[in-house]
Every structure is written in C-alpha cells, then in structure tokens.
C-alpha cells in the first residue's frame, strides 16, 4: 500500500552534516505516522526520530540536538537531518510509516535503508 523510498546517505566526516530523504508513494502521506530508524553494524535496528505531530517529535538519546526530523506533506516526503555526526552514528538508516489509527503502534512500512558512515 505504501512505498518508501530513502536518499541522502553517504561516507561524511565527523562533525559534518548529512540530510536524509524519504519519498512515500501515494496520496496517504498525511495519514501516516513517520519515523526513522538505524542499525549499526552488528547492532539492533534502534528508534531515531519519530513525529508525534508536525512540530513535535521524539528522539533517541543519542541523537537528541544533533538530528531534526521533519516532513513535507505537499512532497510526501519526510526528512532527517543530521548535525555534529559522529562515527557511533554509522549504520543503515531506515524510513518507517504506521497508520495514524488507534490501536496501531507498529510501523508496517518501511524503506530499502541508506548507508550512512561516518569517519573520525
């Protein structure tokens, strides 16, 4: 029903900036739930950012005043942009969407990922 589609990852040093895209197809853009998610190598798929509403959102510890996730509905398009990064942030990084319905939490759909290392 939804398609994912992330852009943006690359090889950038610490300290740079990175900003991540993440296209869904369709016209439901506004009914869903949007989140990224990463996995480190050798590490658990872990929560980045999620949007609670379109100027709140929740983020990971680790991330928190670094990485801003935002959207753009006329685009269908939500983004993630990364500040300060550092090489803990290297890891395939994943666009996610839930239904905006009660009852449902987890995130049925997600991207292909896109690779995002960081060197020291």
């Known amino acids: 029903q939804v398609q994912l589609v992330e852009s943006g990852g690359g090889l950038v040093q610490a300290g740079g900036s990175l900003r991540l895209s993440c296209a869904a197809s369709?016209?439901?853009?506004?009914?869903?739930?949007m989140a990224w998610f990463r996995q480190p190598p050798g590490k658990q798929r872990e929560l980045v950012a999620a949007?609670?509403?379109?100027?709140?959102?929740n983020y990971a510890e680790p991330v928190k005043g670094r990485f801003t996730i935002s959207r753009d509905n006329a685009k269908s398009t939500v983004y993630l942009q990364m500040s300060s990064l550092k090489p803990e942030d290297t890891a395939v990084y994943y666009c996610?969407?839930?239904?905006?319905?009660?009852?449902?939490?987890?995130?049925?759909?997600w991207g292909q990922g896109t690779q995002v290392i960081v060197s020291s």
């Open positions: 369709g016209s439901m853009f506004s009914t869903l739930g």
């Open positions: 996610a969407a839930k239904k905006l319905q009660i009852g449902v939490t987890r995130y049925d759909y």
């Open positions: 949007m609670i509403t379109s100027a709140s959102a």
